[in-house]
């Protein structure tokens, strides 16, 4: 146990020096998260929301149709079932088990339930960030945002805790919630002051379906790579990936 927690000390003390060592070149430094950082917050994964979404579809579809009205499940009524670890449902062999995408298990619910899908995205992420906090990955973005010479933060998560960890520290970050469809902002839109630009959305307007895996277009491109390189063609600042899973193509192909 000794031995494991030096050498977890040792690899982050490495990890710290060699960031120390690129901000005094004169480089920044961008995070890259996924929600990865949020699940010590209590924030499941997607496979798990998308896992316990299914089990609340086929609740009401195997109700006789006269009575889903009444007994099946309706977020404007019933509270959320409490989500089931996606740890514990690992034997399964159900293909939700295997779902990335909760998103469109949210809409087909929504369909289920005759409710708007906004309003079900809405009663679903309330549910789902009562309590939360920020993590310690948050904070330590926060903490070191001015410190790592870029003001930025990329994320592909929905929640709020990011924000919340930037409010903690007084600090008013610009988000840019960057929709279905949507393009991503110019670096010196975002360099003026600290910016979260949410690659998947925010609550109200999250990319989902297949859209995460197509190619981005050019302008989107240029822009990203505008927060990295200067108008040389020179690196200005480096990438630093915390709980990304790398699932998303779109992002990859940047």
Known sequence: KTKNAAVKSSSLHDFVSE?????????????????????????????????????LIAGIDSKPQPAIENDGFNCTRDSWPAIQPYSKRAASSSKAEHATDYMLK????????????????????TFLMRNKKPTNAHKLIAHLTTYLGSRIVLTTNFDRLQEQAFEDVLISPEVFEIPSGGTLPSYSTVSEKPAIIKLHGGTTALVAGNEVH??????????????????????????????????DTRILLM
Do not use: C, W
């Open 19 to 55: 960031i120390q060592a690129e901000v005094e070149k004169g480089y920044g430094l961008i995070p890259l998260t996924g929600a990865g950082i949020s699940v010590a917050a209590g924030i499941p994964p997607g496979p798990a929301l998308a896992a316990n979404l299914n089990d």
């Open 214 to 247: 197509q190619p981005p277009s050019v302008m989107d491109l240029e822009s990203f790579r505008s927060y990295f390189t200067n108008d040389g063609n020179r690196l200005k600042n480096h990438l630093i990936i915390l709980g990304f899973s790398g699932f």
């Open 106 to 125: 949210l809409m087909e619910l929504a369909g289920r339930m005759k409710l708007p899908t906004q309003v079900v995205f809405d009663s679903f992420f």
